[in-house]
């Protein structure tokens, strides 16, 4: 009967040579395999240098990818800007705030401006080139630095900083960018959309895309991929719930299909609603009368996160056709600060949420059962946080 690990294969030879190179060959190879499970990433990296035979073994992605699923709990990806870290632009930690792997910085001018689907987007703040890269693998992915040829003479009338979008196609496994950049034509403002294929090489294009006929969205969380679609807030919308307290639920968000490049469904938002102590609320506190709208991925599905009035609520997307949401959590603040954003990341096994609250400077973990907050890891410094689902063990290559 064939054996049903993973490695039986390949690995059992790899594993049986690598034994008797070390000499511990008196050992099974279940007992082996299962020991090296067991050790941390920092110390199998350096049992790579015992012979080629380990070395291997333990850059074996399937071994790599057994090992990572041992680790305990969720980690954070943390990266500075260009005045911060010093030597370090990227900090992988556990939620403890124990920094497990930290990526060196190559370029002293190099500021981390957002990271998704484990891949870190960085730019040059002396050059203004962007790249995209892999902390584990250490690939870089250079975007390109020429506009697409029908925007070529719409370079130097841009307004502000371009918004870059990562997705992964769903099908092929390919990296795609969405940009889009403000634009002053004739005293008028537009914005502009373009679509790169990442690679390694310095083959990249920027292909010119259609607008979807009304503006998105450029605050903060209001954009993000799930399953290789793009969900984009629609600007009036976002507008009309965050200042007017109006809600235009009809096409709340736009969508485009990384994989055929082509604008999809518009999808119907929740049924937000504005409490009558909303306002008092706003003035007790001296604030503006200014709110949050934006998105969230929890357990690979839409959210639309909505607040503070005074609940912080986590609306979750059940029917696209219908445009059926269901409110899945609320959460209630003591003290509002100046209301930054509230940006969820993950949903724990226990129910338990890691959201970062700019307002404390920390990620922190809210129990829905308590509705109380704990701080988890100190944020200060850095420029973007996002989850880690990468494995540690390529990490150390």
């Not at 680790?71 to 260009?82: H, K």
């Not at 939620?95 to 990526?103: E, P, Y």
Request: charged share 20%; aromatic share 10%.
């Amino acid at each position: 009967m064939a054996s049903s690990k993973p490695w039986a294969v390949p690995e059992t030879r790899i594993v049986q040579a690598a034994a008797a190179a070390s000499g511990i060959g008196v050992l099974p190879l279940d007992a082996v395999y299962e020991i090296l499970l067991r050790l941390p990433a920092k110390l199998l990296c350096r049992l790579r240098i015992v012979c080629r035979l380990w070395r291997s073994l333990l850059s074996d992605m399937q071994f790599a990818a057994a090992h990572a699923a041992r680790q305990p709990g969720p980690l954070v990806m943390a990266g500075y800007d260009q005045n911060a870290g010093g030597g370090t632009l990227v900090n992988i930690m556990d939620l403890s705030g124990q920094i497990v792997k930290q990526v060196r910085r190559i370029d002293g001018s190099d500021k981390v401006m957002s990271m998704d689907l484990d891949l870190v987007c960085v730019k040059n703040i002396d050059s203004g080139i962007y790249r995209f890269l892999n902390p584990a693998t250490g690939a870089v992915y250079h975007l390109p630095t020429f506009f697409a040829d029908e925007h070529m003479g719409l370079s130097f009338n841009l307004i502000g900083e371009p918004k870059y979008i990562l997705g992964q196609v769903h099908n092929t496994g390919e990296y795609k960018v969405l940009r889009i950049f403000f634009h002053l034509s004739c005293a008028l403002h537009c914005q502009l959309f373009e679509v790169c294929t990442l690679n390694s090489g310095s083959h990249s294009r920027w292909r010119r895309k259609e607008s979807p006929g009304e503006f998105v969205a450029f605050c903060k969380f209001t954009r993000l991929v799930i399953d290789g679609i793009v969900y984009l807030l629609c600007s009036d919308s976002h507008r009309s719930v965050t200042f007017h307290d109006q809600v235009f639920e009809k096409d709340m968000i736009i969508t485009f299909n990384l994989e055929t490049e082509a604008w999809g469904t518009r999808i119907r938002g929740p049924p937000i609603s504005f409490p009558n102590d909303a306002a008092q609320m706003f003035h007790n506190f001296g604030l503006p009368k200014t709110k949050q709208l934006s998105l969230a991925n929890l357990h690979g599905s839409l959210a639309v996160v909505h607040g503070p009035a005074p609940y912080m609520d986590f609306w979750i997307l059940m029917d696209i056709d219908k445009g059926q949401w269901v409110k899945q959590y609320s959460m209630q603040f003591e003290q509002y600060g100046h209301l930054k954003y509230v940006h969820p990341l993950l949903v724990l096994g226990d129910g338990r949420i890691v959201v970062h609250q700019e307002d404390t400077g920390f990620l922190q973990i809210y129990d829905p059962r308590t509705n109380t907050f704990t701080n988890s890891v100190e944020l200060n410094h850095y420029s973007a946080v996002n989850m880690y689902t990468g494995n540690l063990l390529s990490l150390d290559k």
